[in-house]
């Protein structure tokens, strides 16, 4: 469905050329300070249109709150905020009406449903995103306002080259605001929001492929600091679990890490695991954090670490072999319309707003933060 | 909380040391054939003392359903089976009352709720599992039954050992019914449930580190094959989504691939999409499937492939720096209890159920499977 | 919340002075023929100033869908649609800053959320019954569209006026085509939706009312037609549990009756039990409908039958005792705004929509309708 | 489905003539002192053959608390209770394999799920709520524990004769704790629950009805005292509105009346209005509380009056009209098993129970009692 959240709930709504996109938020506290602006803010982060690996498509993503709101703050009520979409070309994928694109939900929409909105992807474009970043912006700002929590996400990897920047590279960076808040400066500075020194090379990484009309994937990690002891519920809902399913809510990705991921199969135990130790106010602390903030589904007080795979851009130029469902003949396809050559970088705002919807759920469901009143 | 799924509901409850462990399983359509036996075979696949690298708690694990069958038949009403607890040492968990043990959910349990069952990691124990394999023998009958869908879990790495056999090697052995029996006996007998020619290397290595009093990991890899085109939804309720988070549910996992996943984050849009074609009888087919079997959410037709890193068990004999919640000491402690040195392969009936009850709740709703009665 | 329903939902938003009112139906199946039109009939039966009797804020309640169509039919998608606020006054409403109106939500509001829209009573207001019918005039055309459902509310009884026409003193009109269609015409006719021939009595009771600056309540009943068996469950989510509480979903109705209701206490199992019979087609019969259409949580095939005490509005111009929230003072108040002096004709959209939203939801659970295409 | 509640959840299996009847309870927080006796007395209450009244059925009802509670308290893990089934006689219902009883869920069950347990009605049967009041008695615990909330509910009419005792009549007594202690204790020490001086008019009603194989309905009236000012939400989930649900949960419910009920539709808004004013500690009171406890979906502080219509008992000795299903033939049939002549008594604990639960899930999820540990 299109409901995320059970206490936090994020409902969206729209498709790519449609009248509008947007989400209806419910069950956020009453009296959160909230304005267009921080909405906007992150919206701005995920717009099209930021650099030259992004598609060109221009909108202006401007975001209309519509209710929930009174003299500044929350009220308890549902916050319906709206986009209006403006640039449609509804001509420019005509073409791929009876021909599905490989890589896409084009194919699966349609055998589903068996009345698909093409028109940009409709309902399976990424622009239907903007509801979860609407979503999210509103959960940042909850998460911020009641206990101090970020939200960080960059790049780590595109294609094949690997950033020299990452959290178990440099923990201490996230250990304290001045460093962090550079990092995030650094972060926001370069078109494939990635912090690594080496990052110039990812750029011409992508230039390569684009004009061999291809396009690349890349990885992304993202860190949430501050999130207190106990979020996460121990057997099916646990704060990973929970956390994985929003991240693979997100088109293209394919793999879902916490903490050292994949990389815990080749550890033992005696490495893997994280030894406690108290400090000298008597606070409990971790020697390291391989298990990535998480334990037994609950979260541990260190910072929660994830990393998501983020597979190339399925729309390219490039000709590739498809099907035509209304001639039931096989066909070629070049997919002309506006594209991302690689989406890594704007899927960044994204995939921070889902945890963030998450961790806003799974904190107001556990007695965090009140459920109707600040 | 302690239910999974909407349609198709498993609720789990028990404890390693209390009582009795078990499940109920509600929504069940009426007049699926179910015995006991069903669900003992699966539970024998999890039970500890299968060979030298599992636990030596001896338990029997005999299941007894309680409710929702006549005259052999469910009945659409909520099906509760318990196992009995037999094998029960508290005193041997006594250390661990104030000593939280490293990598174990000890600490997060204990400040979560202020009253923990600490004996053999009370609802934290593996031993809850039962609970999840019960709802998954119901489900995978369900699954076999409707529409002869077959899930298959099997060791592809342990530690630092990669086996030479996974999906992306040999699609073809999943495409024939009879080669698929041969692996499935493959599976089944050997202690690590690979199905790898350097299985005993594999072996070796546990060896080497049961020695050492340590443990180890490895990955899993799961296929499901013969699921319907069409499962799953295109926002929120994404079927790779829902996936990952059944198998975060279980202990241990710390990441989730579907399809090629983390390889994605590497290719060109043109290696990874998936071209299409139509057979000769004008099916739609794929020439690769590294999608894993799901293109925006949605199923497509392809075995579904998905693969799980597992941490070694974090329980082990060498000594460990932890602290003492008591005497707010920093201390040292060595897990003495009954242990699995690797718990992949027990995992791997875990998994196995999570995923038929994912699917099994997915294709219900999806009107799959009729919610009522077959 | 502001969702109702698991499959069928529609989430609601807005205030009655804010920018907009409105509603997102997710759920709805793909390819139902759907326009603004099927909305805002409907709309227009629950709009204000269409009588004497009620409110005289002018608001064309003019509907815009966003989302969620493609080519006229549905697509499977949300589908949100909107309502722009014209008419708003928030002057008129500065007097009940700070003095809760007796019988209104203004005090439990503002205790529970602390900041409280209370201009027109902000999202306590009727208005935001707007997206019920919304969600309702879209849930109504899938039951018709799928299995000829219809939905029929009229008013029985206005104050101690008790009306001449009922369901159990006129259930033949109920199983004609025509006669339905002629009652409905009837309820249509007359600023009371009455459709008994003392209806004029009531409308002088009201007038009467009107004269004192008070105001009235009544009895609504609604009939719903072609509900095939099966519908509903045998335990906690009966037909008649979600039916009930839909329909205390709306504000003011204090009562609510499936079947013969309150009288089946008086009556003797020998009286209650409708006996069966096989017709001459070996149809199962009842030769009465006192459960009302459900046994043990489930349709039985016979119309659904309920009723719905409506009590007085709360808004009235007479002197009534409150207390003012900032002085801490005992005051009185005479409510000067706009309002009904009788809210039963124009609850009765809200109440169908109601139990079409119940329906439809139930329905797609129960397997009835197709989850996700028609 | 047979769970019940979203943050404080019932979950309950079992057929009449099966093994066991029982439910899990999840949600229930951490550290609330819980033993068996706190279930057993309110079964006991449930339990059959307290008089001449109920059905001779011979059980002891005696339950057994499987998971959830160590050194006893609760520790947040789901509390499995069952009662084993000792009386079965499944020959006693052979008669009723094929000849659905008039008034009884037998034929939707059979229609609905074509697997139908008829022994004893199965699922349909009362004996299933042997669950809900296991619910119910810890939610009562919980409620008890945390805000002294004491829910009272007595038989104020059966059949014809009306009582002379109801929370109108006599309010007051709800306000003094010695009071209600004595109205609590002249509750149970009558076989009809009823606490009105014509109680033995009552009795004579239902033996004559017994003499003549007849059954006799009434009405139950329930009282929950000290819940909070802000219990339940604004507009979907009322607490109306899930009270509603809850009690229309329990077979033989016909209606449910909050506050004045059906007569709130023959008052004006000058009497049904609740007027507020300041008493000498500046707390907020009302005059009067026609309301019953509830404003706009909301509490406010008085008690919550609720009524339930309860028909009839479907199963009578009298001959009756139905059909064989097997014969397809109109046939007769005396329903010779062990039944109550009138519900109604047994039915409060019923009724208490899911008020109870109601409450807890309520208040859990608005921030009332902590979700996870007390």
């Not at 975001?63 to 420019?92: H, Q, W």
């Not at 093409?118 to 903007?130: D, E, F, L, N, Q």
Request: charged content about 25%; glycine content about 10%.
């Amino acid at each position: 469905m299109n409901t995320y959240g059970d206490m936090f709930r994020v409902t969206v709504f729209g498709e790519s050329h449609g009248k509008a996109v947007g989400a209806v938020v419910d069950g956020c506290p009453a009296n959160l300070p909230l304005s267009e602006e921080d909405i906007q803010k992150e919206l701005n982060r995920r717009r099209p249109g930021q650099s030259i690996f992004s598609t060109p498509r221009k909108e202006e993503d401007k975001v209309e709150i519509l209710s929930g709101i009174f003299e500044g703050k929350t009220t308890g009520a549902p916050i319906c905020s709206i986009v209006y979409n403006k640039n449609m070309r509804p001509k420019d994928y005509s073409a791929i009406k009876d021909t599905p694109r490989p890589g896409h939900a084009d194919l699966t929409y349609r055998l589903k449903y068996k009345n698909y909105d093409y028109r940009g992807g409709g309902r399976a474009s990424g622009r239907v995103t903007i509801g979860h970043v609407i979503g999210g912006a509103i959960a940042k700002k909850l998460l911020s306002y009641t206990y101090n929590i970020k939200i960080v996400g960059y790049t780590i990897k595109i294609g094949k080259i690997e950033g020299d920047f990452n959290y178990y590279k440099n923990p201490n960076i996230f250990e304290n605001e001045k460093s962090l808040e550079r990092l995030m400066e650094s972060i926001e500075s370069n078109p494939l929001r990635c912090p690594s020194m080496n990052e110039k090379d990812m750029e011409e990484y992508v230039l390569k492929a684009m004009k061999d009309k291809d396009s690349v994937g890349g990885v992304v990690e993202i860190v949430a600091l501050n999130v207190p002891v106990g979020v996460g519920n121990p057997i099916f809902n646990k704060l990973n679990g929970e956390l994985a399913r929003a991240l693979m809510s997100i088109n293209a990705v394919k793999g879902v890490e916490i903490g050292v991921g994949f990389k815990a199969a080749e550890m033992y135990g005696s490495e893997m695991n994280d030894e406690m130790y108290f400090d000298d106010d008597k606070n409990i602390r971790f020697k390291t954090n391989n298990c990535g903030g998480i334990l037994g589904g609950i979260s541990c007080g260190t910072p929660i670490v994830l990393r998501i795979a983020v597979k190339p851009t399925p729309s390219i130029g490039k000709k590739q072999k498809t099907i035509n469902l209304k001639t039931l003949e096989n066909t070629e396809i070049e997919v002309s319309g506006r594209h991302d050559p690689v989406i890594v970088p704007r899927i960044i705002p994204v995939a921070e707003a889902m945890v963030a919807i998450t961790l806003a759920d799974l904190m107001i469901k556990g007695g965090f933060i009140h459920p109707c009143s600040l």
